[in-house]
């Protein structure tokens, strides 16, 4: 017999119907199946149960085309974020939609138009820029697949043309869409997003797209200036060229070196360094100097000069301003230093006296020795032979440095190394 507790729980729990637990597992089954449709059929280990969208949002590129920070804040704080909850960029769709040109669509990211947001034209209002490419690519209307570089290497080298579409900010609160601008075609976009040349707050603007290649890159720049209207700048680079942006002339704006290496008979692979600044409210090329010749004229001259007026012209020529503050010797045993890991006996001054070094000899240069990833202010050293009087000679190391800006004033200099002697 049941006791009256088991009675009385019964009563408040029954037994569910066959029917009612036939209906929940039906209903089970189709939310299961239903989330899988989401993302290809089947949850697979790189999804772990993220649709497309989602593992946009969890790879840290953010919307509007800029790297979010760590702590998920705006790196900088006059570009918005477009997401649901950002209410300021509504507008900005509405009027894209309304004035989104035929045969055109805008590029998405996290399922919604990409757009990149500050006050382009400094009158206090925020504007908009959208990027749009051709209807006929709706398979790369999603920037994580238009950006995806492991498609550099595919067969398919068509090419995408992209517009920009910028949108401004009235007085009255309305948006006035601008005329499209052609950003040029590229294969992969690998960057879309704001830079600013003066800093925060500061004009000029800079809209900044990097197509690539299997061919080289492509840069699209369009520049507000924050009075008049944008100005275009592009530039094309191939495989063996790249780019490095700092202020090179200490103005307050950032500057574009370009690094194009070439091979030339006579001379071996040459380098080009090619600068790009901003004046007159637009970007262009301000100067362009070579490593290779220049850097074998230099040290033809050293030489020259070394022979013809001894050391005390050639430090003066050749060595930075500070060997001027030293005593001869010690200036000349800094620039000429002994060779690391040299025997004591090999690291002593083979010269009775300083005068007595009559020459020198330096290598030929065949390509630029100077490190690219770190550009001007880069330090490559070498190992010469210095010629004495009575005809004894030793190998010694020197330091040639690339100026900081090597396109105005001198190109290069001789550094004081350390020394033990």
């Known amino acids: 017999m049941q006791s009256t507790a088991l009675k009385e729980l019964k009563q408040k729990h029954p037994r569910p119907r066959p029917i009612l637990a036939a209906a929940a597992a039906v209903l089970l089954l189709l939310g299961f199946f239903s989330g899988c449709a989401g993302t290809g059929g089947v949850k697979t280990p790189e999804t772990k149960g993220q649709d497309a969208d989602s593992r946009e949002a969890a790879s840290g590129t953010r919307v509007d085309g800029q790297q979010a920070s760590p702590e998920g804040k705006d790196s900088d704080s006059s570009i918005g974020q477009v997401s649901p909850a950002d209410g300021a960029v509504v507008p900005f769709r509405a009027a894209l939609k309304k004035a989104l040109p035929p045969g055109w669509m805008p590029v998405l990211e996290r399922g919604m138009e990409m757009s990149l947001r500050a006050d382009l034209d400094a009158d206090g209002d925020e504007d908009a820029v959208f990027l749009l490419i051709p209807s006929e690519f709706e398979e790369l209307r999603r920037f994580l697949v238009f950006s995806d570089y492991s498609r550099v290497g595919s067969e398919d080298e068509k090419r995408v043309p992209v517009r920009l579409f910028p949108m401004y900010r009235r007085d009255d609160g309305g948006v006035h869409p601008a005329s ?108 362009t100097v070579n490593i290779v010749r220049s850097l074998n004229n230099f040290l033809d001259t050293c030489r020259e000069i070394l022979v013809r007026q001894g050391t005390r012209g050639f430090l003066s020529y050749a060595a930075e301003e500070a060997a001027e503050d030293l005593p001869l010797e010690e200036a000349v045993v800094r620039v000429f230093a002994p060779i690391p890991e040299e025997s004591e006996a090999d690291t002593q001054w083979i010269c009775s006296d300083l005068s007595d070094v009559i020459d020198v000899l330096f290598p030929r240069i065949l390509e630029n020795p100077f490190p690219e990833r770190f550009g001007p202010g880069a330090v490559s050293t070498f190992q010469v032979r210095l010629v004495c009087k009575d005809g004894q000679s030793r190998l010694r190391q020197i330091a040639i440095k690339l100026d900081d800006n090597p396109f105005e004033g001198r190109q290069y200099f001789l550094l004081l190394q350390k020394t033990t002697d």
Request: hydrophobic share 40%; aromatic share 14%.
């Open 180 to 287: 499209l601008i052609d950003a040029g075609s590229g294969k992969v976009l690998e960057r879309y997003a704001l830079r600013r040349l003066a800093g925060e707050g500061e004009y000029p603007v800079v809209v900044d797209l990097e197509f690539s290649s299997s061919k080289g890159s492509r840069l699209f720049w369009l520049v507000y200036p924050g009075t008049g209207g944008p100005a275009t700048f592009g530039l094309e680079l191939s495989n063996t060229a790249h780019y490095t942006i700092r202020d090179i002339d200490a103005d307050g704006l950032q500057d574009l070196i370009v690094f194009r290496r070439i091979f030339e008979e006579d001379v071996g692979f040459e380098t080009y360094l090619m600068w790009y600044g901003y004046a007159d409210e637009r970007m262009s090329e301000r100067s």
